[in-house]
């Protein structure tokens, strides 16, 4: 049976970035954090957030019957341990089934964490306000939520409970990859995999006057990069101008260089879909439009951000990457485009 990793720990500790090394190394599924927020949820948020842990991690069990490892971002644990932190007892709604369903030994768990001073200083910056009130209204937040992890789940869950502190150097974050490689790669080898089918994508990184444009998506409420298929004898260069003119408007616009290329894998319709992404870096020599192209399930906002500020809109691990690498790449103490 191959193997599941869900990836727990406290905001702003690096959830993200540890997954996306991962996948950049292994052939991994990976299942996102629910956001109600993004699903426009408005009542009732905990239950909802307990509901779709659960309907992921049986989706994770759906893939590893099929023959493919897979990684979560957060569980149904992450609602425990808020309720523990909070009053430091179990909640009601916590029960043997939900035990039982994380308990097994092709399941790990790894909890990250940092110091109490660090937590300190991110939890302002914590977008949800709910949890921002409970940290500071209970001077012990950070402790019972430490305890949850490191005494209370581990007598409770059969599964194994990994807790690492993530300092502030590569080591530690580097031995985490590891210790998650190594447990995926141990996994025992299906004898039936599903179909696996291959897209080759684009994504334009466009810059004008050092600021990195990135587009808003209305109906799932989060920030990325212009991307999309390559169609027909388009080679990736092409495919990224067409996509940031169809996606935004913006057509007079220079290639660069390519950044980056990563794969990310999931399940669709009884097959596995691997879709490869190559980031390219586009230099916008003015911003000149035309009517935008969507296709029918889109509908973006154009927004240009500093580089700093653009790293914290985006939604996942690999966009942020690569706007860093861009950063790096093209200098940006420097104006670009000529003015004009």
């Known amino acids: 049976m191959p193997r599941i990793v869900i990836v727990e720990g406290l905001w702003g500790i690096g959830k993200s970035t540890l997954i996306s090394a991962v996948r950049r190394r292994l052939p991994i599924l990976f299942i996102s954090e629910p956001s109600y927020l993004i699903s426009g949820i408005k009542s009732d948020i905990s239950r ?10 049986r989706l ?5 019957e099929y023959g493919e490892n897979v990684i979560l971002e957060r569980s149904i644990l992450s609602s425990v341990a808020f309720h523990y932190a909070q009053h430091r007892v179990l909640p009601a709604w916590f029960t043997a089934s939900n035990i039982k369903s994380l308990s097994s030994p092709e399941l790990r768990i790894f909890f990250l964490h940092g110091d109490k001073r660090s937590f300190s200083k991110t939890v302002p910056t914590i977008w949800d306000r709910s949890v921002r009130r409970a940290v500071f209204k209970n001077p012990d937040f950070y402790e019972n939520y430490l305890r949850f992890f490191r ?15 993530a300092e502030s150097n590569d080591r530690v ?39 990195f444009l990135l587009i808003y998506s209305r109906r799932h409420r989060y920030y ?110 420097k104006v670009l485009p000529p003015k004009g």
């Not at 909802?48 to 991690?57: A, N, S």
């Open 48 to 57: 909802w957030y307990r509901e779709e842990h659960d309907k992921q991690l």
């Open 60 to 64: 994770a069990k759906k893939y590893a």
């Open 151 to 165: 005494k209370v789940a581990p007598c409770l869950i059969a599964s194994k409970i990994i807790c690492i502190k």
């Open 173 to 211: 974050f580097t031995a985490a990859r590891q210790q998650i490689i190594d447990f995926l790669r141990d996994a025992p080898k299906a004898e039936k995999r599903l179909k696996e089918t291959v897209f080759r994508c684009a994504s334009a990184i466009a810059v004008y006057r050092n600021k």
């Open 224 to 333: 990325s990069l212009p991307q999309g298929h390559r169609s027909g004898n388009e080679n990736l260069n092409q495919t990224a101008l067409r996509e940031l003119r169809e996606e935004t408007g913006f057509y007079d616009a220079k290639i660069i260089a390519p950044i980056d290329t990563y794969n990310y894998r999931f399940y669709l319709k009884k097959t596995i879909v691997r879709k490869e992404i190559t980031c390219i870096l586009v230099k916008l020599n003015s911003l000149k439009r035309i009517s935008k192209a969507f296709e029918r399930h889109e509908s973006y906002i154009n927004f240009f951000y500093s580089p700093k500020d653009a790293e914290k809109k985006l939604r996942w691990a690999e966009d942020k990457s690569v706007v860093n690498r861009a950063r790096e790449i093209i200098g940006m103490e």
